[in-house]
Every structure is written in C-alpha cells, then in structure tokens.
C-alpha cells in the first residue's frame, strides 16, 4: 500500500464512510476523485480497479467498488471509446419501429452487436431529414463501430449526396456506413450496403399467379419512387412480359404500404368495376387490408379471388386462408450488415455490397381462376 492510500485510509472521512462536499456540491455526479477519497485509495488504484487491467488486492476492489455503488458513480463510457477500451456500439436508423418487418431488421441488428459484445442503439426517425442527420453526427462523435440506415428511399441526387457525406464523416471517425434495403453509392465511397432481391421475390409473385392461370391481377404496389417499391414493380411487370401478359395501367394502383390503404384501393378498385380475379399485394399489411376490403363485398379468398403478398410477417400463416407471400430474410438482413460492417478489414472490398435471396412461400390463398 502507498504511503498516499495510508493517510487517506486513515483520514477522518475514510473512517467515517463519509466524504466532504463543497457548497453546492450534493447536485453534480460523483467522480473518479470522489469515489478515490470514499475507499480511501488513490485516483489511479480506481482506474486500474474499474478497467480491470492492473491487479489490486481483493479488499481494495472491494473498498473502491462499495464506493461505487454508494456514491451512484457512472464511468465516462465516450472516455473509455476514446482511450479503446470499450467497444464502439452499433447505432440503428429506422424510420418506423413498430412495423413488423422493420422490427425484424432491429431484432437481427441486436442479435450480431450482442454477439460480439457490443450495445445497440436505435433511433427512429419518423421520415425527418434532420433527425436522421442529428443521429448520424451523434454516432459519429460516440465512435459507433457501425451506423446501419435502414428502409426505402427515393433515391435523388441529393440522397446520394448526403449518403457520400455521411460515409465519409463516419469513416473518418473510424466508423462504417451500412445501407440496409437502400441502393448502393457510386464506386470509391467508404460503404456496406445489404439488399434483399425485391425484383426476384416479386416475379416469383406474379409468376406464381399467372401460372395459375390469372390475366387480370390487381397490383397494389407502393410509392414508385421509392427503391424498394420500384423494383417490386419491376418484378410484376417483367413476370408479365415473361408469360405475354399485357401491362394494363388500370391494374397497376399505387400507395403506401399500410392496411388501410390496402382497405381502400381494392374497395375502390371494386366499386369502380375494375376486372380482376387476382391481387398481389405489395406487402402483407397491405394483403390484410385487401382481404377485408373483399370479405366486405361478399368475396371468398381464394375461391373469387386469389391473394398473394409481400414479407412473410408472422402473422401471415395464420390469415383464413393462410397467405402465399414472399419470405425476406429481415433478420439476416439486420444480422448481416453488423457482420460485414465488423468484419470489413478481413475481407475483400467485393463482399461490400451483398444481395440476400427472396422466398415464395405457397399457402392456401391462391387457386385457378374460376
């Protein structure tokens, strides 16, 4: 023992178990120096006590640690990031987190982080431009291991130009920018981007309906300017063009993604008289509200109409009928980009860019046209 944790043990306050305070000093957090004067050791046997990289006797880590835990002390995580002793966290950009799938992508992020011991945080940015900036620079200034952007975009100019800007922020701090369902950046730019193929899952759709033998499919797609509704688009026209089926614009109803708009087009869609005998959904949210729209007009699924969707949800199997929709490996997704976002000094710059397969899961909710 140093002559300096001696005198401080031996000092009134250490015997009593109390600490002088200043005026005024009962409102600020404890520090370092206060825990040192409440064991009664020095600054430095704290530190080395609290980063566990020094031996201290088994009775000094108890002293320092009951000061501690009575004085509510909370270490600095941003100084121990900055001196490597704590492991950058994973920060998760999201615009919505309730959505189910969505909410997949989060799960799979937590997953990976958790793996490799290392927090996951998230923020949702409810489609505000300056709260995903705000969150992107707080990332950055916090040494995030990885910052993962999450969700469809419409993919103009100015998003590749804030996207640039933020790849190379984060890389600057040490960090990786990973998009996550969002179209990749030109060549050169510090970035991981993990898709999953939309147009594939979607010509798997439509394929399978027109394999059954439908000509009239109503497709309840969403915004066409956003990447990842354009590409299901794409996978529904393409599959037409494959079994010369022609476009019908009529047909082709866009909207976003919610079951009340599913509701609302295809009850619009009936009551206009439009001609259809198959619905392919852009996503399952939008099947649940299609599937009500047509119980309400006295229309079986599959026996009037056939059903398909998008996502594979949860709750999809068990709709009555069950729905035939495409899976997307959401969790993968999420689990994914932390992995590469990780693992990137290992790996080839190729394995930066990733596109994760689609699934058509058949269910009970097509059939024949009649």
Do not use: W
Request: charged letters at 25%.
């Amino acid at each position: 023992m140093t002559d300096q944790e001696s005198r401080a043990r031996t000092s009134p306050d250490a015997r009593s178990g109390k600490r002088r305070r200043k005026s005024g000093e009962d409102d600020r957090p404890s520090t370092i120096r206060d825990v040192a004067a409440r064991a009664g050791v020095s600054v430095a046997t704290v530190s080395r006590t609290l980063a566990g990289n020094y031996p201290v006797s088994a009775a000094t880590r108890d002293r320092v640690m009951a000061a501690v835990d009575s004085l509510h002390y909370v270490v600095n995580v941003h100084a121990k990031a900055l001196s490597g002793r704590v492991a950058g966290p994973i920060a998760l950009v999201i615009r919505d987190i309730t959505g189910p799938s969505l909410a997949h992508v989060a799960a799979g992020v937590e997953q990976e982080a958790a793996a490799s011991g290392r927090l996951s945080l998230v923020c949702a940015t409810r489609g505000d431009q300056h709260r995903e900036d705000d969150f992107v620079q707080l990332m950055r200034e916090q040494h995030a291991a990885a910052v993962v952007l999450v969700g469809g975009v419409v993919p103009d100019d100015a998003y590749h130009e804030r996207m640039a800007e933020y790849a190379r922020a984060l890389d600057a701090a040490g960090s990786r920018l990973v998009l996550c369902g969002r179209p990749p950046l030109p060549d050169g730019l510090p970035v991981t981007v993990v898709e999953y193929d939309n147009r594939g899952g979607s010509f798997q759709a439509a394929d399978h309906l027109l394999t059954a033998g439908h000509r009239r499919i109503l497709f309840l797609g969403g915004d066409p300017q956003v990447n990842t509704a354009c590409q299901r688009r794409e996978g529904y026209r393409h599959a037409l063009r494959a079994h010369s089926v022609p476009y019908v614009e009529e047909l082709d109803v866009p909207g976003t993604y919610t079951r009340v708009s599913g509701y609302q087009r295809t009850r619009d869609a009936l009551q206009s008289g439009l001609d259809f005998t198959a619905i392919f959904a852009g996503t399952d949210m939008v099947a649940t509200g299609a599937l009500a729209a047509l119980r309400e007009a006295d229309l079986d699924v599959p026996g009037d109409i056939s059903l398909v969707g998008f996502d594979d949800v949860p709750f999809a199997a068990d709709l009555t009928p069950a729905l035939t929709t495409v899976r997307v490996p959401y969790e993968d997704l999420g689990r994914t980009a932390v992995r590469l976002a990780l693992e990137r000094e290992n790996r080839l710059a190729d394995d930066d860019h990733v596109v994760l397969s689609t699934q058509l899961v058949i269910r009970q909710s097509v059939r024949p046209p009649r």
